[in-house]
């Protein structure tokens, strides 16, 4: 069983980051497995994206990147299939999409947001849903280390990776 799994788009990541940039990217994400290790925690990088690694986890593959719905399902089929104590989503919402909740409040002019975007959906087991009230009972742990959305220089989500591999209690 893994105790954290980490969940991003590599093919997403690339094109942001280029090549060199998604090396550079996976070196500070193995440090952080490898802080993980000294802490405890055995942690799985698991993209998305990836028809090998999706398959053999019997998941759906990510195909369209910014499809909240084909996320939602890949991430809730690893998750079942795993059973982390811990989900980490690696990205900005370019990399792996908020959920998009219908606003309960959309009310023009007053309140012009249709939709609430959050992680809450990942959070939950609830099959996707754009109703807010679906996802009232979260299961998962989650968090999101987020890289800058539209960057093309992977400097600051590195620096993220690097802050978390040398955190101490």
């Known amino acids: 069983m893994d105790d954290k799994i980490i969940v991003t788009n ?8 280029g090549a060199k940039g998604v090396t550079r990217l996976k070196t500070a994400l193995n440090k952080l497995i490898a802080a993980d290790k ?4 055995d942690t799985r990088l698991v993209p ?15 195909t ?6 084909q996320n939602k399902d890949a991430i809730d089929s690893v998750c079942n ?4 104590d811990y989900l980490v989503i690696l990205g900005a919402p370019d990399v792996i999409p908020h959920q998009d909740l219908k606003n ?4 023009p002019p007053d309140d012009p947001d249709e939709f609430a975007f959050s992680d809450l959906p990942y959070a939950c087991e609830a099959a996707y849903s754009r109703s807010p009230e679906a996802f009232t009972g979260p299961s ?30």
């Open 38 to 41: 000294k802490r405890g925690l």
């Open 64 to 69: 369209k990147p910014s499809d909240p719905k």
């Open 140 to 169: 998962r742990v989650v968090g999101r280390i987020p890289d800058l959305t539209g960057a093309t220089d992977p400097g600051y989500l590195i620096k993220l990776l690097e802050t978390a591999a040398r955190w101490k209690t």
């Open 81 to 84: 299939k795993l059973s982390p």
């Open 10 to 17: 590599l093919s997403r990541l690339k094109a942001k980051y």
């Open 104 to 107: 309960p409040v959309f009310d």
């Open 48 to 62: 998305l994206d990836d028809l090998a690694a999706m398959k053999k986890l019997k998941s759906p593959q990510v």
